[in-house]
């Protein structure tokens, strides 16, 4: 029933064609390395096109102020200190340079009125700091890469999902087995190195902004290859998500409403941000705006309290509507048509107009919006050297939202696009070398390549088993309500339990018809990622007894200034992941006293 398997040999192979694969791919075609770019789905329909806002640096061009340094400190607090300071310091040093690089490419953003290129506001960041386009960043960052790498003569494997990382006799990886979606065919990939870039891991949950590729495939793919993952706890809780109608529940509502002058209210149409203020970031947010000032104060450089980092934000949101304070739908209003012209807002944020208006019947520039929190972003991942992107199993390599250190316990909003350039250039960098100092041609251990794709092919059985279907809507009921926004102890054991269950339940599901195409058995396979990556995160957020960022324990309120030292490792031991507290880098001196000359 497997049939033949289709081979390829490569020097480096990366799995995720969205920005972080993309930049790896551009940086190792520089280096004339034979490259190969596997995706899941559709070349150029890769998840960074729905990142809206824009991409975080320190250009300069609209606050003179700015530097890296700024950025650097911004990063570390919306973390909440939990960064790797190494990743956040390169990110902050780097971003201008890989924007201005992409503007060389033919990237168009969105200009200033002497020709540079524009830069807004977004939460947690100091100053204006997002160069943009519209609301449409991420899709212009995707199509410029694209046309980079296509016209370097990249090779691309479209709708091909692997299954499994292969290595030799020495541990170190050497390859990839997988099949194309559209027809079935297993393909294997030997390789002297693995560029993992597949994305995050939101489609655990039931509410989320992520599209149907997050299904956690590269955390799972180098866990299972023996790597390190880190605070998986750190998931990201949008603030602002559709809440109304149910088919378009979690959609992405971009930080750049907010940015652009966006107002969160509650039922009694009073903002209530301003209740929300906490003492970390109180001495840089405004504590009065009238509501015909500018959207922040030229003098103080002050920010309004909607522009705090997201996890609080979002904890707020979800404190209005535990009060009795929500929208009808379950959510609060984001008022953007007060504060600018119908002209304005058509021609800013022209995507989130036709989504609301196609979607939801609500004209956003007479009207507010409906929003809530949604699943958004995977702050912990796998687990990287700073400088390399290596991860800790040799020939693997890990940028993008599968990679974790960067953000901490909460990113903030912009810094992913610029995380995806900094990290994807590094990783492609490194991987290439790697590659060039490799002597000899990989070889692919026939037995485990055979037993993937009988593995793979095995869910075609007559047994009866239950649909994949089910068991993924049981997954995504368990990670909301047990594993979501706020956690407790007991909730937690509960979640265990029945992520032990449903494993067992995954490992029996049964698919019929052909391997042409079919869904189910695409759906078979993720969940064994998605249920691995789950368990991660409840075992993370069990160990981790304290509130930070993302990671909420409502058992456990406050910061416990010991567990800002230590991430939490997970990794695969047998057939049973752990989770282990582990000492994190320590910040050199002359970097911590950027904290101190900010108080």
Not at 460 to 478: I, K, R, W
């Given at each position: 029933m497997t049939?033949?398997?289709?081979?390829?040999?490569?020097?480096?192979?990366?799995?995720?064609?969205?920005g972080a694969g993309l930049r790896a791919a551009v940086e190792c075609l520089a280096k004339k390395v034979r490259t190969a770019l596997v995706c899941k789905s559709l070349l150029g329909k890769a998840h960074t096109v729905m990142a809206e806002g824009g991409v975080a640096a320190a250009l300069g061009n609209v606050w003179p102020e700015d530097n890296w340094q700024v950025h650097f400190r911004d990063t570390m607090r919306g973390g909440k200190m939990l960064n790797n300071w190494r990743m956040a310091q390169l990110h902050a040093q780097e971003a201008p340079d890989r924007v201005l690089e992409l503007e060389e490419w033919g990237a168009l953003f969105d200009r200033t009125g002497d020709g540079r290129i524009l830069q807004r506001d977004f939460g947690g960041h100091r100053y204006a700091r997002l160069a943009h386009v519209g609301d449409r960043t991420g899709l212009e960052l995707i199509r410029t890469m694209q046309q980079r790498a296509v016209s370097e003569g990249i090779d691309v494997y479209m709708e091909c999902k692997i299954v499994r990382l292969t290595k030799d006799e020495s541990g170190a990886v050497n390859g990839a087995v997988g099949f194309f979606r559209e027809t079935g065919r297993f393909v294997a990939f030997s390789a002297k190195a693995v560029v993992l870039a597949t994305g995050g891991i939101g489609k655990a949950w039931k509410f989320t902004s992520n599209s149907w590729e997050s299904t956690a495939d590269g955390q799972a793919l180098a866990l299972w290859a023996g790597a390190d993952l880190i605070d998986m706890e750190c998931v990201q809780f949008h603030p602002t998500g559709m809440v109304w109608p149910p088919s378009a529940r979690g959609l992405l509502v971009t930080e750049g409403v907010r940015g652009d002058g966006g107002v969160l209210k509650n039922s009694d149409g009073r903002r209530f941000m301003f209740d929300y203020i906490s003492p970390y970031f109180a001495k840089e947010t405004a504590d009065t705006i009238e509501e015909g000032d500018r959207w922040y104060d030229d003098k103080s450089f002050r920010r309004p309290p909607e522009l705090l980092p997201r996890d609080e934000v979002a904890r707020a949101i979800n404190s209005e509507v535990k009060a009795g304070?929500?929208?009808p739908h379950g959510g609060v209003f984001l008022d953007i048509a007060s504060r600018r012209s119908p002209e304005e807002i058509k021609r800013r944020l022209p995507s989130m107009y036709h989504q609301f208006k196609q979607l939801a019947d609500v004209d956003i520039s007479t009207d507010p919006m409906e929003v809530g929190p949604t699943c958004h972003y995977a702050n912990g991942g796998v687990r990287v050297d700073a400088d390399t992107a290596r991860t800790t199993v040799a020939g693997l390599y890990a940028a993008g939202e599968v990679a974790g250190g960067l953000h901490g316990a909460n990113r903030l909003g912009g810094?992913?696009?610029?995380?995806?350039?900094?990290?994807?250039?590094?990783?492609?960098?490194?991987?290439?070398?790697?590659?060039?100092?490799?002597?000899?041609?990989?070889?692919?251990?026939?037995?485990?390549?055979?037993?993937?794709?009988?593995?793979?092919?095995?869910?075609?059985?007559?047994?009866?088993?239950?649909?994949?279907?089910?068991?993924?809507?049981?997954?995504?009921?368990?990670?909301?309500?047990?594993?979501?926004?706020?956690?407790?102890?007991?909730?937690?054991?509960?979640?265990g339990q029945r992520l032990g269950e449903l494993t067992e339940r995954a490992k029996k599901v049964s698919?019929?018809?052909?391997?042409?195409?079919?869904?189910?058995w695409h759906l078979a396979l993720d969940l064994e990622s998605m249920l691995s990556c789950a368990?991660?995160?409840?075992?993370?957020?069990?160990?981790?007894?304290?509130?930070?960022?993302?990671?909420?324990?409502?058992?456990?309120?406050?910061?416990?200034?010991?567990?800002?030292?230590?991430?939490?490792?997970?990794?695969?031991?047998?057939?049973?992941?752990?989770?282990?507290?582990?000492?994190?880098?320590?910040?050199?001196?002359?970097?911590?006293?950027?904290?101190?000359?900010?108080?």
């Open positions: 049939g033949e398997i289709e081979r390829h040999e490569y020097d480096v192979v990366i799995i995720g064609a969205g304070r929500g929208s810094n992913s696009l610029s995380d995806l350039l900094v990290f994807g250039r590094r990783a492609g960098l490194a991987a290439a070398e790697h590659a060039l100092g490799t002597t000899g041609r990989p070889s692919l251990d026939e037995a485990a390549v055979a037993e993937v794709v009988s593995h793979a092919a095995s869910f075609f059985n007559d047994d009866g088993g239950e649909s994949p279907y089910v068991v993924h809507a049981d997954l995504q009921e368990t990670m909301q309500n047990l594993v979501g926004i706020v956690r407790t102890e007991s909730e937690l054991v509960e979640a698919v019929s018809g052909a391997r042409v195409f079919n869904p189910g368990k991660c995160t409840m075992l993370g957020a069990l160990e981790r007894r304290e509130s930070r960022g993302g990671q909420t324990r409502e058992d456990f309120p406050k910061a416990d200034p010991e567990l800002e030292k230590v991430n939490m490792v997970t990794r695969l031991s047998g057939d049973e992941v752990t989770v282990t507290p582990e000492a994190k880098p320590v910040m050199p001196d002359e970097l911590a006293k950027l904290f101190e000359e900010a108080k």
